[in-house]
């Protein structure tokens, strides 16, 4: 039986995390196709536009772009991460994202 409901579900952790659980956070969004990855961060931000306006707070100097938005009055951040087409860029992302994990 195929697993349903996976990436619905950590796309509303997500966007508790962005949206309250963090400040000067960033999240990244990585997939095996940039496309879904992408996909993810659209799914987030539909998941967010359909909050209660009291929630929402946007903010005119937020960022929203398909490949990454940013939370101006919190400082988080998502973004997708392009797919690595080779293992010397599979390395440089994974050398990114540890050192990113290193400093928290």
Do not use: H
């Amino acid at each position: 039986m195929r697993q349903t409901g996976k990436t619905i579900c950590a796309v509303v952790v997500y966007s508790w995390i962005y949206k309250f659980g963090t400040t000067n956070s960033e999240l990244d969004f990585g997939n095996k196709d940039f496309g879904d990855s992408k996909l993810n961060v659209k799914r987030m931000k539909d998941l967010i536009d359909t909050m209660p306006s009291y929630i929402r707070t946007k903010n005119n100097r937020d960022s929203n772009r398909i490949e990454y938005i940013e939370n101006f009055l919190n400082k988080n951040k998502i973004k997708a991460l392009p797919t690595a087409l080779s293992s010397v860029q599979a390395d440089k992302l994974g050398q990114t994202y540890f050192k990113y994990l290193q400093i928290i």
